[in-house]
Every structure is written in structure tokens, then in C-alpha cells.
């Protein structure tokens, strides 16, 4: 590999917003914001807004708006059928 092309791949922690849900991973993201972890040491703090501990895939549990379906939409707005 050329020298100096590449970013640095440094221990960042990973912070879900929704949740709290913290994790130490490898990452070449950069922060502004940095976390002291359990083992004592400094590492850059990257907040994001899903992970897998809010995901719909892996924690089984579907959020859904009460906005009916597409076919319920169509009849409302055709005036198809009676409003509920």
C-alpha cells in the first residue's frame, strides 16, 4: 500500500442515541466528541441514530404509524368507503 493515502483505523466507540447502547469498535470515522470506556482509556465518540440494539431486524419489535394501508388510503381519499 502507498504511505499516507490512507485514514487512520483507530478504536472509536459507537454511541445509539434512542438508546444509550454503547460499543467499542475499530473504525477510520472521525469525532469531535470523545468517552472515557470501562477499560480507563479515551476513545472518539460517534453518535448514531439505529444500531442494532434499536433495530426493528434484531430486536423483533415493528414500530408502526397509524396510517393504514395503501388500499385504506385510496378508499378514504375516493370517498369509497365510510370514515371510521
Not at 34 to 40: A, F, L, N, S, V
Not at 52 to 75: C, E, I, M, N, W
Amino acid at each position: 500500500m502507498k504511505p499516507n493515502i490512507h485514514p487512520n483505523y483507530e478504536k472509536v466507540v459507537f454511541m445509539d442515541i434512542n438508546s444509550g447502547y454503547k460499543f467499542l469498535t475499530g473504525s477510520t470515522k472521525k469525532s469531535n466528541e470523545t468517552i472515557i470506556w470501562e477499560d480507563g482509556n479515551t476513545y472518539q465518540l460517534i453518535k448514531v441514530e439505529i444500531s442494532s440494539d434499536t433495530h426493528p431486524f434484531y430486536t423483533g419489535k415493528q414500530k408502526f404509524a397509524d396510517k393504514g394501508g395503501r388500499v385504506d388510503r385510496f378508499l378514504q381519499k375516493y370517498n369509497m368507503r365510510e370514515k371510521k
